[in-house]
């Protein structure tokens, strides 16, 4: 059994909370948060046996084997590597850090210490996305890559009426392509690596970050494009087009539906079931990695993470996105 801590107690922690229930090996036995009540309160409701407001005497507790992270972007690199340093096992939300260096200086404090670190990419560890992996050799030589995730979000009409949350907070590394553009890049970068070019643009907000962009990618023999935004819907769906196909992606940040339609009008359905609790993927690949000793996931690797960082970073420097952990740097 793997016991494992979280960092957060937010929504996507209950919804990494009802995945884990999902996964035998795994159990969440300990909760942080900076108050006692909350963290209380948040533990009787998930029946979860251990509280902690202080994160280093949680790192350093015997209670737990790993932790998940679920706090701001800005904090995600120095409590994994809080963590790290005392032999814990890091599972760290997306996105995995501010920048490059600091994803560095995480993967720099798993290696020496021994122990994995992963990021909790979902849609990469979805059945779908690895019938998508299976299947792109059906579509012929790949040619463009195009990747929509438009979602208004309910922050913004706070936003809108002077109260800034923090998914619009520059210091807490937040904004569209951090929240919502990832979604987009990370498959690109796991199916084809890191791009050679890119160009990137975007509608910035007063708070200093992004409410919407789009970027192109370039690749020796084909691009990508992909637009995403929190200030407006879209209802497109994602395709990956070869020269004798293309793939249909339905909602790219769930992988819903993943279909072929070749270009003699067939179609194939490449769908398979996901279970409702969908986190479950994640979490059972992070507690088989722990389990067979094993540092690095094959499909969420290290490399794949710290490439989607470094793209995103780039693509924030052209549309002015800079954060203090930037400047720290």
Same mark, same amino acid.
């Given at each position: ?12 922690t ?10 035998k ?9 900076? =108050? ?54 890091? *599972? ?30 979902? =849609? =990469? ?23 929509? /995730? ?7 009409d706070? /936003?809108?009426?002077?109260? +800034? *949350? ?31 070019t ?6 910035? *907000? ?29 209802? *497109? ?49 992070? +507690?088989?990695l ?7 996931? =094959?499909?969420?690797?290290?490399k +794949? ?20 952990? &930037?400047? &720290?740097?």
């Amino acid at each position: 059994m793997v016991n494992i801590g979280i960092i957060g107690t937010n929504f996507i922690t209950d919804s990494l909370i009802a995945g884990a229930k999902e996964v035998k090996d795994a159990k969440i036995s300990a909760v942080y948060s900076r =108050t006692e009540e909350r963290a209380k309160e948040y533990a009787k409701k998930f029946g979860i046996e251990h509280t902690f407001t202080n994160l280093e005497e949680m790192a350093k507790s015997d209670l737990i084997d790993a932790v998940y992270i679920a706090s701001p972007n800005s904090l995600h690199a120095s409590q994994a590597i809080l963590f790290l340093k005392n032999k814990k096992h890091v *599972l760290g939300e997306k996105a995995f850090a501010s920048n490059t260096k600091e994803v560095d200086e995480m993967i720099k404090a798993a290696k020496e210490n021994n122990v994995v670190l992963m990021e909790a990419m979902r =849609t =990469t560890v979805l059945p779908n996305f690895k019938a998508i992996k299976d299947n792109l050799y059906k579509i012929g030589k790949i040619r463009k890559y195009f990747a929509s /995730y438009c979602q208004y979000s309910s922050r913004y009409d706070k /936003y809108k009426a002077g109260e +800034v *949350l923090n998914a619009f907070k520059n210091e807490l590394s937040n904004g569209a392509i951090m929240d919502i553009g990832i979604y987009c890049i990370a498959p690109m970068v796991n199916l084809f690596g890191k791009p050679n070019t890119v160009k990137a643009n975007g509608v910035m *907000l007063k708070t200093g970050v992004d409410g919407e962009g789009s970027a192109i990618f370039g690749y020796d023999d084909m691009e990508a494009a992909v637009i995403y935004s929190k200030i407006s819907n879209s209802y *497109l769906p994602s395709e990956i087009q070869g020269e004798e196909g293309s793939i249909i992606i339905n909602k790219i940040n769930n992988f819903e539906n993943v279909k072929i339609i070749y270009r003699d009008g067939r179609e194939e359905d490449l769908t398979l079931e996901h279970k409702k609790e969908n986190m479950c993927y994640e979490v059972e690949e992070f +507690v088989n990695l722990i389990q067979s000793g094993e540092k690095e996931s =094959t499909i969420n690797s290290l490399k +794949v993470s710290r490439d989607v960082i470094e793209v995103i970073e780039e693509a924030r420097k052209q549309i002015g996105v800079i954060y203090p952990a &930037d400047r &720290d740097n």
